[in-house]
T-cell receptor, first 114, second 111 residues
Framework: NAGVMQNPRHLVRRRGQEARLRCSPMKGHSHVYWYRQLPEEGLKFMVY????????ESGMPKERFSAEFPKEGPSILRIQQVVRGDSAAYFCASSPRGGDSPLHFGNGTRLTVT | GESVGLHLPTLSVQEGDNSIINCAYS??????FIWYKQESGKGPQFIID?????DKRQGQRVTVLLNKTVKHLSLQIAATQPGDSAVYFCAENRAGNMLTFGGGTRLMVKP
């Protein structure tokens, strides 16, 4: 009865490198959400995906960031050419349906850019 | 812009006392609110939710109150325990689970 699984838990990248964050939703959940959290702040919505579709990416920076949720496999949040300001905790959440059903969050990936 | 915010950044209570965490929201059209608990190094954990057609909802040791007139939410924790120490966030579901989170309140429980 696994929850939302994210890996890696910690990721260190040098400026200019690429970061790939993975998220496997709970079994039976087809809606995936990515949020970013800076230290001592609340989470900020980034992107909402269903299988093979981006539903809403209004919270995602226009450049360097992309997300996918393929038919098979985990959802991937990709950050190209990372900068120090990308250092944060990135949380994935899933739900069985969109709308008003509680989100289940993973334990996040903590990205540090050196 | 629209936002969800909290009045108290840190709340310290004695073990066994009741805790009240407050939250203000500004979008009067919001109709679904959620409280999350976040422990250090972990993701947010769902505690309780409430829809705008209700003004009170109770769970196990927790109660959420919604006052739509003044756009205010509160989370009450009865008989607070050391395990309740965490950061608590209110969140507003603007649409399709794209949540707007408040800044968080840190609850510290003194033994």
């Amino acid at each position: 009865n696994a929850g939302v699984m994210q890996n890696p838990r910690h990721l260190v990248r040098r400026r200019g490198q690429e970061a790939r964050l993975r998220c496997s939703p709970m079994k039976g959940h087809s809606h995936v959400y990515w949020y970013r959290q800076l230290p001592e702040e609340g989470l900020k919505f980034m992107v909402y995906l269903q299988k093979e579709n981006i539903i809403d990416e209004s919270g995602m920076p226009k450049e360097r960031f992309s997300a996918e949720f393929p038919k098979e496999g985990p959802s991937i949040l990709r950050i190209q050419q990372v900068v120090r300001g990308d250092s944060a905790a990135y949380f994935c959440a899933s739900s069985p349906r969109g709308g008003d059903s509680p989100l289940h969050f993973g334990n996040g990936t903590r990205l540090t850019v050196t | 812009g629209e936002s969800v915010g909290l009045h108290l950044p840190t709340l310290s209570v004695q073990e066994g006392d009741n805790s009240i965490i407050n939250c203000a929201y500004s979008n009067s059209a919001s109709d679904y609110f959620i409280w999350y608990k976040q422990e250090s190094g972990k993701g947010p954990q769902f505690i309780i939710d409430i829809r705008s057609n209700m003004d009170k909802r109770q769970g196990q040791r927790v109660t959420v109150l919604l006052n739509k007139t003044v756009k205010h939410l509160s989370l009450q924790i009865a008989a607070t325990q050391p395990g309740d120490s965490a950061v608590y966030f209110c969140a507003e579901n603007r649409a399709g689970n794209m949540l707007t989170f408040g800044g968080g309140t840190r609850l510290m429980v003194k033994p």
